[in-house]
Nanobody, 118 residues
Framework: QVQLVESGGGLVQPGGSLRLSCAAS??????????MRWYRQAPGKERELVAV????????VYADSVKGRFTISRDNAKNMVNLQMNSLKPEDTARYYC?????????WGKGTLVTVSS
């Protein structure tokens, strides 16, 4: 059974930082063979793509709204993907979801809540 478990969310003041992590288990293929993505969904809004890290070289893509502030990384030995979020803004408030995708499957975690507020 595939599980993606996000952690690291919480309440942070504007300008602060958080590091989200996603631990994957039960994947049919090696973790390194999955493209990993972070999405977010704010209340009343559609889910949006935040960052992508490819396989196996780890090329990255970011939403314009987070470029220069967020960094996605992966540790294939630990089956983990991280999202370092700096210079957080109130508009970054959302539930953040981890996504693992390959031609054979598309898997989601339950998300972790990030609230940016003073």
């Amino acid at each position: 059974q595939v599980q993606l478990v996000e952690s690291g969310g919480g309440l942070v003041q504007p300008g602060g930082s958080l590091r989200l992590s996603c631990a994957a288990s039960g994947l049919t293929f090696s973790f390194s063979m999955y493209t990993m993505r972070w999405y977010r969904q704010a209340p009343g809004k559609e889910r949006e793509l935040v960052a992508v890290i490819g396989r196996p070289g780890g090329s990255t893509v970011y939403a314009d709204s987070v470029k220069g502030r967020f960094t996605i990384s992966r540790d294939n030995a630990k089956n983990m993907v991280n999202l370092q979020m700096n210079s957080l803004k109130p508009e970054d408030t959302a539930r953040y979801y981890c996504n693992a995708v390959r031609s054979t499957g598309n898997y989601w975690g339950k998300g972790t809540l990030v609230t940016v507020s003073s």
